[in-house]
C-alpha cells in the first residue's frame, strides 16, 4: 500500500519543472478540450432540451458544491506533493466544520472560516506526528483520524450545549451551533438582466454561453473568491518558489532532498499542516453555506476531495476540473433528471470514442505494452460506453440514488482509462526516516 | 550462552508487553485530560462505564449480550480486514461490501423458502459471493490497470451506499416511516441464545465468528496458500522468486477478505432483525480497521479488540450518567487506535537498535552510541 498506483505502470510523463516550455501545449490542449466539451454539451442541451444542464442556476449551485470539494482536494494536494497520504482529510473536514459553527454565531462567517482552518491544522498536526514524527503507517494514520475527529467535534459541541441553546434566536444545541450570518455575495452590476433574457432564448452555444456568465458573475459567494485564490496561490507557492520546489522534492526523492541540505521533516510537517488548515477551511465553507454546524454535515466530502485530486493527476488545475465537474453532477442532481439523463448520453459517445481510438491505435501497433489486457480493457471501454447510449434511450429517468454515484464511478473510469498517464509524487505514502538511506 | 538467551528473551517478552501496556495508558492519559476539561472527575466516568457491565444487576446481563453481538460484527468485519492486511493489501471498502452482500442476501433470501438445512448456506454464500465479487472490482483494478485499492474501495463503498439505496427503494418494502426488504421466511431465522437474566439474546452466529476466526488462523499460519500470503506481504519479490504468481494472489485475497465482509451483516440478519433496513449499522468496515490494528492481525487478538470496543460502545451510554458526553468513548477509541500503532512503531524501532547492540557485541565491534555509524543501515534493513 506504499503506492497509490504501482510505479511500474507509470512511464515517466515530463513534469513541467523539469520542463517548462513543454507546459503550453498541454494548456492549450486542454482548453480545446474544455471549449469541445462546452459545445458538445450545449449541443446535447440544445437537442435534448434538458435545458437546466447549462443554466445559471445550475452553474451557480454547481460551483457552491464544488468548494468544499475543491479545496479539500487541494488539502491533500498538499499533503500528498510532500509524500503524505492524507486519508484523513474527512476528518479534518469535520474538525473544520466544528470550529466554524463555533466561532460563526459570535464573530460572522470570515471568523468561521479561520476559525475551521485552525480545527482543520490541529487534525493535520496529529496526523504529521503520527506519520512524519512516528513514522506510522500513513493511511492507518488517516483512518485513525477519521475515527476520531466526528467525536471529537461532537463532544466538544456537547459541551457547548448549555452555551449554544442559550444563544438568542439560535437553536443550536447537542448536534448544531447557532446559526451565524451568511458571507456576502458579489454582483457584477448590470449584467443579470441582459443574460438571464439571452439565456431564456435558448438559443445554441450562446444561451449557453450565457448561463454560464450568468451562473459565475451574479450572486457569486465570496467563498469563490477564497477558493479560487486560495488555488493560484498553492500553485504559485508550489511550483513557482524555492520553497514549492523543496517541498514537492520531498515528496518525489526525500533522501536527495536530504542530501541537498532540505529539512525533510519539517517540510513534511509544515505541507501537513497546511493541508488541515486548508481542509479546515473546506469544512469551514460548508458550515458558512449552510449557516451552521450540524454532525455528519461533512457526508464523505473529503473522501470526493481525494477523488477530485486523484481525477486531475495531482495538479492544481486538474483537481479544479475535477472538483468542478463532482460540483456539476452534485447540482443536476439535486435539479433535473432530464439533465442526468443527457449526460450519460456524453459519457456514452465518449467512453466509445475512448475506446474505439484505442483499439485503432493498437492495430497500427503504436500502443505501448499492447497485451491482450489492454485489449480486453479497451473492448470492455467501447461496450460500457454502449451500454450508456443504449441506457440513455431505454431509460424512462434515472434513479437519483444512483445519480449520486456519478462523481465516484467517473473518477474510477477515469482512473481506469488514464491509469498509464496518472503520475502521483514518486515517493508518495512512503515512510521517510531520515539518515535511512 | 543459555543465560544470554534466558535474558532475551525476558527481554522480548517485556517488549512484546510494553507496547500495548503504553498504548492503554496513553489513551487512559489522554481520555482523563479529556473528561477534565468537560470539568468532571475521570474516575468517575471509568467506575460509570465499569459499572454498566455489573452481573449482579439484569442491566449487567443485558449489556454482556450486547457487547458479544456487537463483538461478533466487528470480528468478523476485523478478519476481512486482517486478510488483506497480511498481504499488504490496504481494504477500506469492507464497509460497502458488507452493505451491499447482507442487503442481496436478504432480498433474495426473501425470495425463497427452502428448508433450514439449504436456507442459511444459500444465504451464506450469497452474501459470499456480493462481497467477494464487489471487492474483486477492486482486486482487478489493481492488478489490471496498477490502480490502488485504497482509491479504488473508497470509491466503491460510495457506489455502494448508491446502490443499496437504489435497490431498497426499487424491491424494499415500507414498514412504519422505515424502509426495507422484506421478512425473511422463518427457515432462515436462527434462533438466539439466551443469557442468565437478560431480555436480549447472544446471536446463534456468534459461532460463525468462532469458526472464521479459526479457520483464519488455520489458512494463515498452517497452509501453503497462508504461508505464500504472507510471504507475498512481507516481500514481494522473495514470493516472486518462490514461484508465487502475485497477480493471482491480489486477486484471491481481495476475493477472500470481501467473501468475509459479505459475512460481517449476517449475524444481526439472521439473528434478528431478519429483513435490511436503513437502521443496519454504516461504518463497521472501519471499525473492522480498527480491530485489526488493535489485535494486530492475530486472531485471537482480534477477538480481544472487538470485545473491547463492543465494551466502549455500549458502555457509552453509562456516562451521561455522570453528565460525560458519550463521544467520549469515540474520542477514546480512535487514541487507541492511534496509540497503538505509534506505540508498536515505536518498540519495533527500539527492538531493532538493541538487537542491533547484541550482534556488535557478538562480533566484538564497540556498540555504536543512538545515531553512531552503524544506525542507518538497520534502518535502512527495516525501511
Not at chain 1, 315 to 340: C, E, H, I
Not at chain 2, 92 to 113: E, H, K, N, P
Amino acid at each position: 500500500m506504499s503506492t497509490l498506483l504501482d510505479g511500474n505502470h507509470l512511464p515517466l510523463v515530463p513534469e513541467d519543472s523539469v520542463a517548462p516550455a513543454r507546459r503550453r501545449p498541454i494548456l492549450g490542449r486542454m482548453l480545446l478540450a474544455g471549449a469541445a466539451a462546452f459545445i458538445g454539451l450545449s449541443l446535447i442541451r440544445w437537442l435534448t432540451g434538458a435545458n437546466d444542464l447549462t443554466s445559471g442556476g445550475t452553474v451557480n449551485t454547481a460551483l457552491l458544491s464544488a468548494i468544499p470539494i475543491g479545496l479539500a482536494g487541494l488539502a491533500g494536494l498538499w499533503s500528498e506533493r510532500s509524500g503524505v497520504v492524507n486519508i484523513g482529510l474527512e476528518g479534518m473536514l469535520v474538525l473544520g466544520t466544528w470550529g466554524a459553527g463555533f466561532a460563526g454565531y459570535q464573530w460572522g462567517p470570515w471568523a468561521a472560516l479561520i476559525a475551521g482552518g485552525i480545527c482543520g491544522a490541529a487534525g493535520g498536526a496529529l496526523h504529521a506526528l503520527a506519520t512524519v514524527t512516528f513514522g506510522v503507517d500513513q493511511t492507518v494514520s488517516g483512518v485513525a483520524i477519521n475515527l476520531l475527529a466526528p467525536g471529537v467535534a461532537l463532544y466538544l459541541n456537547k459541551l457547548m450545549s448549555d452555551t449554544y441553546q442559550n444563544v438568542e434566536g439560535g437553536g443550536g444545541g447537542d448536534k448544531q451551533s447557532p446559526r451565524m450570518e451568511g458571507i456576502q455575495q458579489l454582483s457584477i452590476p448590470g449584467i443579470e438582466s441582459p443574460l438571464r433574457d439571452l439565456e431564456a432564448k435558448q438559443w445554441f452555444l450562446l444561451s449557453d454561453i450565457a448561463g454560464v456568465l450568468r451562473g459565475v458573475f451574479v450572486d457569486m459567494s465570496a467563498l469563490i473568491v477564497v477558493t479560487v485564490v486560495m488555488f493560484v496561490g498553492t500553485w504559485y507557492i508550489l511550483w513557482r518558489t524555492a520553497f514549492g520546489l523543496r517541498l514537492r522534492s520531498c515528496g518525489e526523492a526525500p533522501y536527495a532532498a536530504e542530501s541537498l541540505g532540505v529539512n525533510v521533516y519539517l517540510y513534511k510537517w509544515i505541507a501537513v499542516v497546511t493541508s488541515g488548515f486548508i481542509g479546515g477551511i473546506g469544512g469551514g465553507a460548508l458550515a458558512v453555506m449552510a449557516g451552521l454546524y450540524k454532525d455528519g454535515q461533512t457526508g464523505g466530502r473529503g473522501y470526493i476531495g481525494l477523488a477530485a485530486m486523484i481525477f486531475g493527476n495531482w495538479r492544481p488545475g486538474g483537481l479544479a476540473t475535477g472538483a468542478g465537474l463532482f460540483g456539476y453532477t452534485d447540482a443536476l442532481k439535486s435539479r433535473q433528471a432530464d439533465s442526468v439523463k443527457a449526460l450519460l448520453l456524453i459519457l456514452g459517445l465518449l467512453l466509445i470514442g475512448v475506446g474505439v481510438w484505442r483499439v485503432l491505435r493498437m492495430r497500427r501497433g503504436r500502443g505501448a505494452g499492447a497485451g491482450t489486457w489492454t485489449l480486453v480493457g479497451n473492448v470492455a471501454t467501447v461496450v460500457v460506453g454502449a451500454a450508456a447510449v443504449i441506457g440513455f434511450f431505454a431509460v424512462e429517468r434515472i434513479p437519483s440514488e444512483l445519480v449520486s454515484a456519478t462523481p465516484y464511478l467517473a473518477t474510477l473510469i477515469v482512473l481506469v482509462l488514464a491509469s498509464k498517464n496518472f503520475r502521483m509524487p514518486k515517493a508518495d505514502g512512503q515512510v521517510y526516516r531520515r539518515g535511512a538511506h | 550462552v543459555r543465560r544470554l538467551r534466558a535474558r532475551l528473551s525476558g527481554r522480548d517478552a517485556a517488549l512484546a508487553v510494553l507496547a500495548p501496556v503504553s498504548a492503554v495508558a496513553i489513551a487512559l492519559l489522554i481520555s482523563s485530560v479529556v473528561i477534565l476539561i468537560a470539568g468532571h472527575h475521570p474516575i468517575d466516568a471509568y467506575r460509570a462505564m465499569a459499572k454498566s457491565l455489573d452481573p449482579s444487576t439484569p442491566r449487567g446481563d443485558r449489556y454482556f449480550v450486547l457487547i458479544v453481538n456487537q463483538a461478533t460484527t466487528y470480528y468478523l468485519a476485523g478478519v476481512a480486514v486482517a486478510i488483506a492486511f497480511r498481504m499488504n493489501l490496504f481494504n477500506i471498502g469492507v464497509d460497502g461490501q458488507y452493505r451491499l452482500a447482507v442487503m442481496v442476501a436478504a432480498l433474495v433470501g426473501a425470495q425463497v423458502d427452502l428448508p433450514p438445512f439449504l436456507q442459511v448456506p444459500l444465504i451464506l454464500v450469497i452474501a459470499m459471493l456480493v462481497g467477494g465479487l464487489w471487492a474483486s472490482i477492486a482486486g482487478l483494478l489493481k492488478v489490471g490497470r496498477g490502480i490502488s485499492e485504497v482509491i479504488s474501495t473508497i470509491m466503491l463503498n460510495a457506489i455502494a451506499t448508491a446502490v443499496v439505496a437504489y435497490l431498497l427503494n426499487r424491491f424494499g418494502v415500507t414498514q412504519g416511516n422505515d424502509r426495507s426488504t422484506e421478512e425473511l421466511p422463518r427457515s432462515a431465522w436462527i434462533p438466539g441464545i439466551p443469557w442468565r437474566e437478560a431480555a436480549n439474546e447472544i446471536y446463534g452466529l456468534v459461532f460463525l465468528a468462532v469458526i472464521v476466526g479459526i479457520l483464519y488462523g488455520v489458512l494463515l499460519g498452517r497452509t501453503r496458500f497462508g504461508f505464500d500470503l504472507r510471504a507475498t506481504g512481507l516481500s514481494q519479490s522473495a514470493a516472486v522468486a518462490s514461484g508465487v504468481s502475485v497477480k493471482a494472489m491480489t486477486l484471491r485475497v481481495m476475493f477472500l477478505s470481501g467473501a468475509t465482509a459479505g459475512l460481517v451483516g449476517l449475524p444481526l440478519l439472521l439473528g434478528n432483525s431478519h429483513s435490511y433496513g436503513l437502521d443496519f449499522p454504516a461504518g463497521v468496515g472501519f471499525v473492522g480497521i480498527a480491530i485489526a490494528l488493535l489485535g494486530r492481525n492475530s486472531a485471537v487478538g482480534m477477538a480481544f479488540a472487538a470485545l473491547l470496543w463492543g465494551f466502549l460502545d455500549s458502555s457509552a451510554v453509562s456516562l451521561e450518567t455522570v453528565d460525560v458526553p458519550k463521544e467520549l468513548v469515540r474520542i477514546m477509541q480512535g487514541v487507541l487506535v492511534l496509540s497503538v500503532v505509534v506505540a508498536y512503531e515505536l518498540v519495533r524501532r527500539y527492538r531493532l537498535v538493541l538487537e542491533q547492540r547484541d550482534v556488535g557485541r557478538a562480533v566484538g565491534e564497540p556498540p555504536p552510541g543512538p545515531g553512531g555509524p552503524a544506525a542507518p543501515s538497520l534502518e535502512k534493513a527495516s525501511a
